[in-house]
């Protein structure tokens, strides 16, 4: 069983993303609203995967997560944002990023492309809609597919 990480400011989102996860065989080890209690949540429990918004409760965007956890080398990271064509991230955020509003399918497939290219450095299709590879992950297509 995989344990996930949601770093998430929205509430009803996040208790909709928790349920969704848990009915699917995910452990989620706990809900952050700000990078900070994000980074401790981490430090304690090690998750595998985390799921982040890009702009948190406390104004901060969600890479100095990612940042701030670069020491757990095994943990893979999705993005979640409702503001995808603007958001420049790289491999060094992370490994891929899924528009909002998402289906839970989508999000579950999106998570299993990234623990693939944790475990293995590539990812399998199809990709669900609305994600990216983020560029430089190994295994990243050159060329994004248009949903």
Do not use: W
Not at 98 to 105: E, G, I
């Amino acid at each position: 069983m995989l344990k996930i990480l949601i770093a998430e400011d929205d509430l009803m989102i996040a208790d909709m993303t928790e349920e969704v996860l848990v009915s699917n065989g995910y452990e989620v080890c706990g809900i952050a609203r700000t990078v900070d209690e994000a980074v401790t949540l981490a430090r304690l429990h090690k998750p595998d995967l985390a799921l982040i918004d890009m702009r948190l409760a406390d104004g901060e965007l969600g890479t100095r997560i990612a940042a701030e956890l670069k020491h757990l080398t095994k943990l893979g990271v999705l993005y979640a944002s409702g503001n995808m064509p603007h958001v420049m991230l790289t491999a060094d955020n992370g490994h891929a990023c899924l528009s909002k509003p998402y289906r839970p399918s989508d999000l579950l497939r999106g998570l299993e492309i990234v623990t693939d290219l944790v475990d293995t450095g590539r990812s399998t299709t199809p990709l669900p809609r609305g994600f990216q590879i983020l560029q430089g992950v190994i295994g990243a297509p050159r060329e994004f597919p248009k949903r």
